[in-house]
């Protein structure tokens, strides 16, 4: 008896998600043969790497787009460790507002005082939410602070500032969803960070920052495509899907796929068939593919989906920094003694003022415009961020020798060892005057990289500032396609998913479907590949296997397989 032909499986997008469904896909090389389309030239999506002046800036590459994530993204730091990179740990300190309007998570300020009511409110509130969860799944943002009485001071001055730093909301702000809101402090598998009843944000977080991205991408490219089932057409852009319906015999070539190459100014289109097709690509991008092919039901669910544009532009303006937001440490934000503070509470607010003084270092940075409270600009300091200002190497601190925890654990790529090289990370080291909170050397603060994201092109431009950022200062600009997690995609979108995914030989992969963060796009590519019959690669990981089996249930609608399932609500 003939062994079955494999199933022939077109993958559109090289970003998290569809480098997930292809890295599940190779690792049945005797079941399907894997085509992978993305318009770029390089794999990784959202997540790239560009190149900066070492000599000026003291590092060689900035990771763009994405910076990092939470300790609980285990899928795609399990991920990252097996191809040989490690993500960094880095404190995350975030700095709101500007004067009277300032509060951080690094020291009490007057603001925090301020509003310690609505802050112990708060805590209530979140509790109330997880427990009610679907109805406050359709209850915006705004809506819950009035129906808890916060005062609108609180929601313009803390609520708004913090919600839009993680979502990139923009004016879309009040309108997101309350249980996201309480997810990122409350779901173990997308926490952010800890509530606190005192300042609302618990201390300084630890954060990771991600190793250099485009090293990443490469290698899980090059693993993808090692058991030879797994072909990569970068550069090669999907144009139209021309059908996914089998002519004649129900058995073969259902998907018919239409591609360009464009070389020398020349485009030459091409046309192939397939078994199946993930559509590792955003909403929109999917019904513009799919065109007449779509059904009703598909342009109801991916036409839900709203899309902000955004610019980021990567500078070396610390007058603009100072301008707009508070960088370094001023006593004059201090936050008063309470007479009626025990002394155990004096000491410790005394305490976090003199580490504030010798530590405050933002990662974060959020400004509002006076114009409208409920819109806002976002900065990143990715000389504090990022570790390679430090001395890092390109792979993060992982030891090349470092077999535990599944480190190292693919055969290491040409890419992966030249990243693992410990002196690629002293590149731009005589830039490296300065100190850090630990003595290590860095930029002084006049020489950082600031990475600043003014948001929703359509609504906020006219209040947009970056016409003041100096020329001279930019070192790049770049504009982004970003999803708006307004309540109504958790209303029309994300409960509906999985009544599209797996329909007419189609399966949708992206963090778009439920949440715009790096674990979950990873997460929907392993899904994709899953209901396609392959195996989830860390079946067995607990931590990594939470947030799959509850996405699946999710977008997908169905449970896994009986045999991958352990006990009786798996």
Known sequence: MSAPTPKRVCIVGAGASGMSAAYALSRHPDRYHVTVFDKQDVAGGMATSIDIDPEKYGAAYINDGVQGCSPVFANTLRLFRMLGFEATEVGMQISFGKDKDFWTNVYPTSLVAQFQGDIKKFGTALSIIKKFEPVFAMVPVHMMLKTFCFSKEFGDKMVYPLVALFFGTGNQTPYISSAILERVFKDPSMRLFEYSDKSLLASIPTMLAFPKLHDVYEAWKMEAASRGNVTFKLGQ??????????????????????????????????????????????????????????????????????????????????????????????????????????????????????????????????????????????????????????????????????????????????????????????????????????????????????????????????????????????????????????????????????????????????????????????????????????????????????????????????????????????
């Open 237 to 570: 852009e999907v144009v139209e899907i021309l059908s996914r319906h089998a002519k004649g015999n129900i058995a073969s070539d259902p998907v018919h796929v239409r591609s360009k190459i464009t070389k020398d100014g020349q485009e030459d289109f091409q046309e192939d068939l397939f078994d199946e097709l993930i559509l590792a690509i955003d909403a929109d991008s999917c019904l513009k593919l799919l065109g007449k092919q779509s059904t009703w039901m598909e342009r109801k669910v991916l036409g839900n989906v709203k899309y902000l544009y955004d610019v980021t532009i990567t500078h070396n303006d610390l007058d603009y920094m100072r301008k707009y937001y508070e960088t370094q440490y001023d006593s004059s934000h201090n936050a008063p003694l309470e007479e009626s503070s025990s002394a155990q509470e004096r000491q410790e607010t005394e305490e976090s003022f003199r580490f504030a003084k010798d530590n405050f270092r933002p990662l974060y940075y959020t400004m509002q415009y006076p114009q409208d409270k409920s819109k806002i600009e976002m900065s990143f300091d990715l000389t504090h961020y990022q570790p390679q200002f430090r001395g890092e190497k390109p792979a993060g601190p992982l030891d090349p020798e470092d077999k535990s925890n599944h480190r190292n654990e693919c055969d290491r790529a040409e890419v992966t060892r030249e990243a693992q090289d410990s002196s690629k990370g002293e590149i731009g080291s005589s830039v490296r005057t300065g100190k850090d909170a630990d003595g290590r050397p860095e930029p002084p603060l006049e020489q950082h990289v600031f990475q600043t994201i003014f948001l929703d092109r359509d609504g906020s431009q006219d209040l947009w500032t970056w016409e003041e950022i100096n020329p001279e200062k930019k070192i790049y600009e770049k504009w982004w396609k970003q999803q708006s997690h307004r309540w109504q995609h958790y209303a029309g979108t994300v409960p509906w998913m999985m009544w599209i995914n797996g329909k007419n030989h189609t399966y949708f992969a992206g963090a778009w479907s439920v949440l715009n963060m790096h674990e979950l796009a990873v997460t929907s590519g392993f899904a994709a590949a899953y209901r396609l019959g392959a195996e989830y690669p860390f079946h067995g990981d607990e931590d990594c296997e939470r947030l799959f089996r509850m996405y699946l249930a999710a977008s997908h609608g169905v449970r896994m397989r009986k045999e991958d399932r352990e006990g009786l609500f798996a």
